[in-house]
């Protein structure tokens, strides 16, 4: 196929060099003329994707126009605040039925609507896909094994992205799940930050461990109430996802946690990322969410108090750890 791949970060290089050596013809589209002409120069992103090497065959180009009619397939790998902007540059190109696979996990803070969401208001015509998953760019872009799913309203649709990304390397499922694919995915980020500043913070395993569990609790309370299939949450958008970015240094989101609980702020944490944390975009719509639906998220409510209110992040820990006495499984007690 000729494929599209709007956004020259990370993923969008790492999925390019993925389909091209599946054997499709890859254009990738940055809206900064200086990245296309260092990455023409010298096929290689230094600084977000170092030592991953790209082929001639894969072309580089700024104009989106024609990265968008030449192309039968279109990913869309733009960090989630600049989503709704791209695709109203977008639209007047995108053809009847063209299909977009969105990659970028977040949730729009004023709109509260999945990306996927926003990407159908603003391009009614496309067929929108997801595809998400335990999935760092680092590790995509040097070919190792990994699992994704790929969702979509129609099976066909979902199958044709599957077909165009697989091989021994890259495994994809599918499902028909796209609100709770893209819930796990965006509130993970959320989590992730809390496991980094955990870390940070010099605590253990233990400590992760308990962040990662009742996490997913509070991912699978939110995503279910809004809709979402409980098995999505336990399987690779859910829980796989969540384990991969708050164990692995490849997380921004956990890396930014880190910094935070080190001392410094949000600001300053983002600032030596150098990259877009995700999680912080989506944290306050996150905890919308919990109120519009009346579902209780205590590590989201207190991620969210730790960024924006300044509140000490082992104070923040100290809250969630002597908050009431709960129950984890309430059936089944001898009386």
């Keep these: 196929m000729n494929i599209g791949i709007i956004g020259a970060g990370s993923w969008g290089i790492a999925l390019s060099v993925l389909l091209e050596k599946n054997g499709h013809k890859v254009t990738v589209w940055s809206a900064l003329p200086e990245e296309i002409d260092m990455l023409n120069e010298k096929r290689e992103h230094e600084q977000k994707l170092p030592g991953v090497k790209l082929k001639e065959d894969i072309s580089f180009s700024k104009d989106l126009e024609a990265t968008i009619k030449d192309n039968e397939m279109l990913v869309l790998a733009v960090p989630s605040p600049f989503i709704r902007s791209t695709c109203k540059s977008m639209k007047p190109y995108v053809k009847e039925g063209q299909i977009i696979v969105s990659v970028a996990k977040g949730i729009e803070d004023e709109t509260l609507m999945t990306l996927s969401e926003v990407i159908e208001q603003e391009i009614p015509q496309a067929q929108v896909t997801v595809m998400c998953g335990p999935s760092h760019a680092e590790e995509v872009g040097r070919g190792i094994p990994t699992t994704i799913v790929v969702g979509a309203h129609k099976r066909k649709t979902a199958e044709t992205v599957q077909n165009a990304f697989m091989n021994e390397s890259f495994r994809v499922y599918t499902s028909p799940d796209m609100l709770g694919m893209e819930i796990g995915s965006a509130l993970k980020n959320v989590v992730a930050l809390a496991a980094g500043t955990a870390d940070g913070l010099g605590y253990g395993d233990n400590t992760k461990a308990a962040l990662i569990t009742r996490g997913i609790a509070e991912i699978t309370r939110l995503g279910t109430a809004m809709g979402g299939k409980a098995e999505t949450f336990a399987g690779l958008t859910g829980i796989g996802d969540l384990i ?92």
């Design 244 to 335: 991969v970015t708050c164990a692995s240094m490849h997380s921004r989101n956990r890396r930014a946690g880190i910094l935070i609980g080190q001392g410094k702020s949000m600001e300053e944490a983002m600032a030596e990322v150098k990259m877009v944390v995700e999680g912080v975009y989506s944290a306050k719509a996150a905890l919308k969410l919990a109120c519009k639906y009346n579902v209780e998220l205590p590590i989201i409510e207190q991620v969210n108090l730790v960024l924006f209110e300044g509140k000490n992040p082992a104070e923040a820990v100290r809250d969630l750890m002597i908050r009431d006495k709960k129950i984890e499984i309430g059936e089944g007690f001898d009386e």
